[in-house]
């Protein structure tokens, strides 16, 4: 399928069908990102989605071991004293 682009004042578009709309599931707000030559636009993510799925599967780990094990800086190493 091709489309013509078109002028929107000092921009440009396209008209992208409605049965293309509806099978990639475009609604509203889109996100657009260039990848190579090519302009890929995806559905809108909202902010944060997915992080409570995150959270209980990391919720769910038996090790307690720190995420930046090995970072310090100088004051780690010889200013702090408990």
Avoid at 52 to 68: P, W
Wanted: charged share 30%.
């Amino acid at each position: 399928m091709t489309a013509e682009i078109i002028k929107i004042g000092n921009s440009r578009g396209i008209r992208i069908p409605k049965p293309l709309l509806e099978q990639c599931g475009l609604a509203g707000t889109v996100e657009l990102r260039v990848e190579g030559d090519q302009l890929i636009v995806s559905p809108a993510r909202a902010p944060r989605s997915g992080w409570d799925e995150a959270f209980r599967k990391a919720e769910s780990c038996e090790s307690d071991e720190l995420l930046l094990d090995g970072v310090q800086n100088e004051f780690d190493a010889e200013a702090w004293k408990w």
